[in-house]
């Protein structure tokens, strides 16, 4: 262990906890034939060195699209970032000139993506690849890339590494592919990394492999890591903090343990309801009513309101902040938050 700290320190690894990423209240829309949908509504999120924040939320509640908005690969129309700032290491991304956002995004933010083979080009070597960066962005000879492709192999212990680095994606499996996605997005010793669905595409004994390799390279580097997913299993193990989104809005945050303790959100409370428990086998398998709003038609007030149990007039009408909570005796509960007008009941009922 204190190998790892040493060779960090060396080499100007961040200490832990130094702040990375800042999101602040950022709004993305989409301007289709059909209207303006707000796939982003105010979200803000930030994450620490050696931090790893989960983002959680339904399909269509702008997981992606704030990542997207961070990396700088929005599609930009139909898409518009409308208000807000993307904080790296306290400068605003969304300020800063494009040669500036450029070195960020190509070496200290890097991203992860579902699908390895979609991303990865399918008619160059993975060693050409993963070469290519050090090739651009560090001015090695070929045979230089060519030797860094290999210890990153290594480094996400793909097996026999220097006899594969000249074989083309489609030659690997999928979670050896995926395992080549981190390798490139580890080539640069980002800051943060950022990955979206990263194991969704894969059988379930190798995604827990996968994602153990990102939480250990993670741990390892001191790197923040934002890791979006459905999967509430996952987050269990490696995140910190969670941030659950609906409908384009952060609807709770709050530290990992917590939340899967005492949920304040009754969003959140279906969502952990309907993981699958295997103590309790035979019972019928919860899901929470109704469907994710259409981003065109999101309901008045709370737009979870419809699919709520408990929801009252007041939620029909007005949006509810994102409100600090606290416990019974008033005391502010640190990293928790709650966009619900009736927080107090969820959280203490
Ligand atoms: N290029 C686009 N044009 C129009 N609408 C878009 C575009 N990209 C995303 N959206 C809309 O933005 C909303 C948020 O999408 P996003 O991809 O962020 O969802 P997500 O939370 O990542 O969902 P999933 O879990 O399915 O990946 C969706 O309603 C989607 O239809
Ligand atoms: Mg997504």
């Not at 050896?176 to 979206?196: G, K, N, W």
């Not at 987050?235 to 709050?254: F, L, N, P, Q, S």
């Not at 419809?306 to 009408?317: E, G, I």
Request: with cysteine; charged share 25%.
């Amino acid at each position: 262990m204190t190998t790892v700290i040493e060779k960090n320190q060396k080499n100007g690894r961040l200490e832990v906890g130094t702040p990375l990423l800042e999101v602040k209240d950022l709004h993305v829309e989409f301007h289709t034939r059909d209207g303006v949908a707000k796939a982003v509504n105010g979200v803000n999120y930030s994450v620490a060195a050696g931090e790893t924040l989960a983002v959680l939320g339904e399909s269509g509640s702008g997981k992606s699209v704030t990542a997207q908005t961070i990396m700088g690969i929005l599609d930009m129309p139909p898409g518009k970032i409308s208000q807000g700032q993307i904080l790296f290491r306290g400068q605003d991304m969304l300020a800063m000139s494009e040669e500036d956002r450029r070195q960020i995004r190509g070496q200290k933010i890097a991203m992860i993506f579902q699908d390895a083979l979609s991303s990865l080009n399918p008619v160059m070597t993975v060693g050409a690849q993963l070469g290519e960066m050090f090739r651009v962005h560090r001015g090695s000879s070929k045979k230089e890339a060519r030797e860094k492709a290999i210890e990153l192999m290594e480094r996400v212990r793909i097996p026999a590494a220097r006899q594969r680095v000249g074989d083309y994606p489609h030659q690997f499996s999928g979670g050896m592919r995926q395992r080549i996605m981190i390798a490139m997005a580890l080539s640069m010793e980002p800051d943060l990394i950022i990955a979206d669905e990263p194991t969704t595409a894969l059988d379930v004994t190798v995604q827990a492999q996968v994602m153990d390799l990102l939480a250990e390279l993670q741990a390892e580097y001191n790197m923040g890591l934002i890791l979006i997913t459905h999967d509430l299993g996952v987050v269990a193990d490696v995140a910190d903090k969670i941030a659950v989104m609906y409908a384009g809005r952060i609807v709770e945050t709050a530290p990992v343990h917590e939340l899967y303790a005492n949920p304040a959100h009754p969003y959140t409370k279906g969502l952990l309801r309907s993981i699958p428990r295997l103590d309790q086998k035979g019972q019928e398998l919860y899901a929470i009513k109704g469907l994710p709003p259409n981003l065109l038609k999101v309901p008045a007030g709370c737009a979870f309101n419809p699919r709520c149990d408990v929801a009252t007039d007041l939620c029909r009408t007005e949006i509810p902040k994102l409100h600090q909570v606290s416990d019974k005796d008033g005391k502010e509960l640190t990293g928790r938050r709650s966009a619900c007008h009736l927080w107090k009941e969820t959280l203490h009922g």
